[in-house]
């Protein structure tokens, strides 16, 4: 038996150059990968299957563990199969990335229970298959992301803590869509400050203020119950920033204050509030669960 963790993630910055020929948006954004993260079983089974706990926690079908699972028997050829269960802790569709680091998992557990020949290059190349965000869960950590966010670049590790907060409400489908559709012209940036945070990290320096989300814009537009929860993380002397396409929100807070924090925003906005810390790269075997 095989068990490793799917780390959630944020992004320090995400920016939207502009919009492609191809239909998809120009981005340049900053990931970093969380100590928040779902766990990944893997037995081997001469099929392949995958439960979901807490029951209704994540569709089965349709699941994004389960697709890169049956991609990568396709791509391989392999006729091996598995048995996956996957407990959820990330909360679905809070723009944390649970589905694609599960996705980005399972490839990692399973390259392993069936013995692949297939470096990391060829991995995330299955895994860009499966969504923008895939790709980066393949290694994690901190890294520099353009095109569609696909095309990755590691960068020095970040150090500290944070607070995300994720409101009790219901997500719409195809959220990510839906937000891009409401930016404008207006919305789109040169990229300018995802440099300016790259050279920070390279250099070793504060981030400061500089976290920055291109659907922070729109956010209230989408998301109408938005500024209770900005309004607490402000009372709490913090500046909160999308994760992701949201709704979930996140700050970053000085080392031993996340959890005092998290609770004040908890009880004031009446939402789930996590203290979670920044999780470094890991290695082609993926991160093992203790």
Request: charged share 20%; with cysteine; aromatic share 6%.
């Amino acid at each position: 038996m095989l068990r490793l963790l799917a780390p959630a993630k944020v992004n320090l910055t995400f920016e939207v150059l502009g919009r492609r020929a191809d239909g998809y948006h120009e981005v340049r954004t900053i990931l970093q990968a969380l100590s928040l993260a779902d766990e990944l079983t893997f037995q081997r089974s001469d099929s392949l299957s995958l439960t979901v706990e807490p029951a209704g926690a994540a569709p089965v079908e349709g699941n994004l563990a389960l697709d890169a699972a049956r991609l990568l028997q396709g791509e391989t050829g392999t006729s091996s199969g598995a048995t996956i269960q996957l407990t959820k802790r990330i909360p679905t569709a809070g723009g944390l990335g649970g589905g694609s680091s599960d996705a980005a998992t399972a490839l990692l557990g399973l390259r392993r229970l069936w013995g692949l020949e297939l470096g990391d290059d060829a991995l995330r190349a299955v895994a860009a298959q499966l969504g923008s965000d895939v790709p980066f869960f393949i290694s994690g950590g901190t890294a520099l992301g353009e095109g569609r966010g696909e095309q990755l670049t590691p960068l020095p590790p970040l150090t500290g803590e944070a607070i995300v907060a994720v409101p009790d409400v219901s997500r719409p489908r195809d959220k990510t869509g839906q937000m891009y559709a409401l930016l404008k012209a207006e919305h789109y940036t040169d990229g300018s400050v995802t440099e300016d945070v790259e050279r920070r990290l390279r250099a070793g320096e504060p981030l400061g203020g500089l976290a920055v989300n291109a659907f922070d814009a729109v956010a209230d537009e989408a998301y109408p119950f938005h500024g209770a929860l900005r309004e607490a993380f402000k009372a709490a002397g913090l500046r909160p920033t999308l994760c992701g396409a949201g709704p979930s929100m996140f700050a970053l807070a000085g080392v031993g204050t996340a959890s005092a924090l998290a609770e004040r925003i908890a009880t004031q906005a009446g939402s789930v509030a996590f203290p979670v810390s920044f999780r470094a790269a890991w290695g082609p075997e993926g991160v093992a669960a203790e």
